[in-house]
């Protein structure tokens, strides 16, 4: 975590290549855009914002240098956020307006997700209901009832196993951070490639397929999709 203060023992994690392998980028692929909102697909281990220790090379950057002209500069508020590792929809919208006016009906967003998880769950699908908790010093999500503790909701339908690996469709009910990470874990199915919930992985196996919202102003609902990329799919090879 990017403001969080290590003592001595702490274990640090260091991806260092992942994160040079970001260092190119200088655009990103625009699923959707009008006045209002701008959709894109983020890669893989770049971060949605800045951090204490990465303010140039995130997603809000390259998409606000991507979309300014000669004259014209553009704002971008975001609507929700994904974790360095997780690819997929990623919102922003041109207004601190219009942000607020998309999360006053974030609940009723339909949040969709593919991830690789370690093992086969049985039953195949099913629904986590247990509330979470973040340890601000070890920076990771306690599941389970606690006075501090928030409403978490998990739905997740296995589409296909391979060994022993298995390919989840997860829905999120609630949108609380690391959500399908710590509730996988809770579950003895870790994501691949999570070593803060447990398991190993040469990159981590979520990915951000769908988000359907019903957008303010016009009251319709849209839906934006990308399909996994290669190397998360190779996680199932």
């Known amino acids: 975590q990017h403001d969080h203060e290590l003592k001595a023992g702490d274990d640090v994690e260091v991806r260092a290549a992942e994160k040079n392998m970001q260092r190119g980028i200088s655009r990103l692929e625009i699923l959707y855009s009008d006045r209002d909102l701008v959709v894109i697909n983020k890669p893989a281990g770049l971060l949605s914002v800045a ?80 509330p979470l908790r973040m340890d601000s010093e070890k920076y990771h999500m306690i599941v389970g009832p606690h006075p501090e503790a928030k409403k978490a909701i998990t739905h997740f339908n296995t589409l296909r196993t391979v060994k022993d690996r298995a ?57 934006f999709e990308t399909p996994a990329p290669d190397e998360f799919l190779d996680l199932l090879r």
């Open 167 to 223: 390919l989840l469709e997860v829905q999120l009910e609630t949108g609380r951070q690391h959500q399908i990470r710590a509730h996988m874990a809770w579950l003895g199915h870790p994501v691949i490639g999570d070593t803060r919930y447990g398991t190993d992985g040469p990159h981590m196996g979520l990915h951000a397929l769908r988000l359907s919202i019903t957008r303010p102003k016009t009251g319709k609902r849209l839906t």
């Open 51 to 130: 951090s204490a220790d990465e303010n140039k090379q995130h997603a809000l950057a390259i998409l606000r240098k991507q979309l300014t002209r000669p004259k014209r500069s553009v704002s971008l508020w975001p609507v929700h956020r994904l974790d360095r590792d997780t690819s997929g929809v990623l919102m922003f919208a041109t207004s601190r307006e219009m942000r607020e006016a998309v999360n006053e009906g974030w609940s009723g967003a339909e949040k969709i997700y593919l991830a690789v998880v370690e093992g086969r769950p049985n039953p195949s699908q099913g629904s986590i209901d247990q």
